[in-house]
C-alpha cells in the first residue's frame, strides 16, 4: 500500500481518516477476486469472528466457516462446553444450513423459542429419524402455545436428495414457492436447503480443515495452566489457536505464548498437522516483533477501537486503527508472520481498508452481535424492536463470569475495575437479520473495492492499494442519504 501523491501523514489515522484511489485495472468482475487468507487457518474469507462470549458461539463458527471464515470460542467458556462445541461445528454439513430439529410431541411455544435459533426461519419435525413435517414461525401464530406442533406443521413440504447442483436446488424451491426443503442422504437428514443458501454455495467457499470439516478456532488466556488448556484445545481439533490478553505487550504473554507454541509444536510432531497461533493485542511495531519472536504465526492488532471497549475513555491508551494495522503488519511481515486487525470495524469499506493496510483477516465482534446467529437468545424492546444483549470483554459483566470460581471477597474487588460495556442492545436489522446476510454486504463491497484496485487477491491488494487522507467532511460527503436534503 502507499499513500496518495507519497504524502507522509503527521499523525496516527482511523479508517474514517482515509479513503482509496481507484486505479486502472483488469479485474472485470467481483468474481474474479480470490479473497483466500494466507495466514495458515484454512479460510477463504478474510474474516475472523471475535472470541466475544455474546458473539461467538457453535451457531456463529459453524454459519461463519460454512461461508469461509472462522469464529474463535471465548477463553471463558468451560472446557467440556467448547469441546461439545468444537463436536458440533465438525459434525455440521459444510454446505447444507444446519436445521433446529424437534420431535412432534414438541409444544409450539417451545418450538416458537427455537425458530429464532437459525435465519432460515424453520424448525424441521423429525421421529425416529424421519422427517415428518415443517414448522415456521406463521404456523406458530395465534395458536396456543402448548400446541404440539404435529397439530400445526406443513406436512407437504419435499425433501431433496443430497448432491444436487446449486441451481437445481433454487429452481425446485422457486418453482414450488417454497424458502426451505430438508435434504436428505440416503433418509437420513443432512441438513436443510433455501434459496439465498443455495445462491450462497456458489459465491462462497467452506472453511474446512485436512479432513473436510468445519474449521474453529479457541482463545486460551494467560493465566493459570496455559499448557494443559492449550493442549486440550489442540486434542479437541480446533485449526487455531488464540493467546488473548487485553495488553498483548507484556511479560506474562511472552512467558504464555511459547508454552503454548510448545504444546502447538508437541501436536504437529504427533499429528503432522500445524496448527497456527495467533496473539495479542498490540498496537506497536515493536509489540508486533516481541510476539513474532516468541512464537506467533498471527498478530492481533486494535488496543481500544471496539464498540463495547472503554479503554480509551478510561485509560487513554490505545492507537487509532488503520495506523496500528499498517505499522503493525509491515513488522509482522518481515519477519514472515501476519495479523489480524481486531475492532474499529463498522462498515464494509472499513474492512477493505484494514486489508488494503496489510492485515490477513479482520475481527469482528459487534457488528456481528445483533444476528440470529449470536449466543443468547432473542428479545423484543418495548418498540417492538428485536435485539441481542452484548458487552465487552473486561466489562464488570465478563470479569465477573471469568473470576467464578474466585473467592467472594477476591471477585468483588476484581469487578470494580471493567474498561468495557457490560450491556448493550444490538439490534437485528430486519433487512440483514442474519450473519450471512452481513457477510453477503461484506464480501460484496471488499471485492468491488479489490476491482477498483485492480486486484485479484489479498496480496495484489495490499501491494497496489493507494491510500488518501481526507477530513471529516470528506467522510460524511461518501455517506448516503436515505431521505433527500
Known sequence: MKFLNDLQPSHDLTYNDVFMVPARSDVTSRFDVDLSTSDGTGTTLPLVVANMTAISGRRMAETVARRGGIAIIPQDIPLDVVQSTVERVKASHPVYETPVTIAPSTT????????PKRAHGAAVVVEDGKVLGVVTERDGAE???????????????????????????FADLTGRHLELAP??????????VTRKGALRSTIYTPAVDPQGRLVVGAAVGI????????????????????????HGHQAKMLEALPVVVAARDAHEAATGRRIPV??????????????????????????????????????????????AVLECAAAARELGAHVWADGGVRFPRDVALALAAGAASVMIGSWF??????????????????????????????????????????????????????SSRMFLDPERPGV?????????????SFTYAGSRSIAEFHDRAVVGLQSSAGYDEGRPLHVSW
Not at 404435529?150 to 436446488?169: I, Q
Open 143 to 169: 395458536v396456543d402455545r402448548f400446541t404440539q406442533v404435529h397439530e400445526v406443521m406443513s406436512t407437504d413440504v419435499p425433501t431433496f436428495e443430497a448432491g444436487r447442483e446449486a441451481r437445481d436446488y
Open 278 to 323: 495467533a496473539a495479542g493485542n498490540v498496537v506497536s511495531a515493536a509489540g508486533a516483533r516481541d510476539l513474532v519472536e516468541a512464537g506467533a504465526d498471527i498478530v492481533k492488532v486494535g488496543v481500544g477501537p471496539g464498540a463495547m471497549c472503554t479503554t480509551r475513555m478510561m485509560t487513554g491508551v490505545g492507537r487509532p486503527q488503520f495506523s
Open 223 to 246: 493465566n493459570g495452566d496455559v499448557r494443559a488448556k492449550a493442549e486440550a484445545l489442540l486434542a479437541m481439533g480446533v485449526d487455531v489457536l488464540v493467546v488473548d490478553t487485553a
Open 369 to 422: 452481535a445483533g444476528t440470529y446467529e449470536s449466543p443468547g437468545d432473542l428479545l423484543v424492546g418495548a418498540d417492538g424492536r428485536a435485539y441481542k444483549e452484548s458487552f465487552g470483554m473486561a466489562s464488570a459483566r465478563a470479569v465477573s463470569n471469568r473470576t467464578k470460581d474466585a473467592a467472594g471477597f477476591d471477585r468483588a474487588r476484581m469487578a470494580l475495575f471493567e474498561e468495557g460495556i457490560s
Open 436 to 448: 450471512e446476510d452481513l457477510l453477503d454486504g461484506i464480501t460484496a463491497g471488499v471485492r468491488s
Open 108 to 115: 409450539v411455544g417451545e418450538a416458537m423459542s427455537l425458530i
Open 183 to 192: 435434504v436428505l442422504d440416503g433418509g437420513v437428514l443432512q441438513g436443510v
